[in-house]
Nanobody, 125 residues
């Protein structure tokens, strides 16, 4: 069993930066992928970025590639999402997720079995 706790959300102006953190505890050795998803009001939960826990290989949604960076520290069980050049459309609740899926499913929320409680990110124009 893995537990996840996000932090680092807040209010920022367009063009600014934020860094989200996700603390993973419990059976982290069972994880294959860690990911960040986001959900805007009235919309579905969308894939943002994922990282393979063992190798550190990363995967991004087209909308954030080049602006966001996902990273992990295996020793401390931490996953980070550095968000730069933020836009108003990046606004939403950001969720950390853990799963043991395969690469072809990494962008789908259904591939993840454990979720954090979410942290709000608001980007003002």
């Amino acid at each position: 069993q893995v537990q996840l706790l996000e932090s680092g959300g807040g209010l920022v102006q367009a063009g600014g930066s934020l860094r989200l953190s996700c603390a993973a505890s419990g059976d982290t050795f069972s994880m294959t992928f860690m990911a960040w998803f986001r959900q805007a009001p009235g919309k579905e939960r969308d894939f943002v970025a994922a990282i393979r826990w063992s190798s550190g290989h990363t995967y991004y949604a087209d909308s954030v590639a080049g602006r966001f960076t996902i990273s992990r520290d295996k020793a401390s069980g931490m996953v980070y999402l550095q968000m730069n050049t933020l836009k108003p459309e990046d606004t939403g609740v950001y969720y950390c997720a853990a799963g043991r899926g395969i690469l072809s499913s990494v962008r789908f929320a259904s591939a993840y079995t454990t979720w954090g409680q979410g942290t709000q990110v608001t980007v003002s124009s």
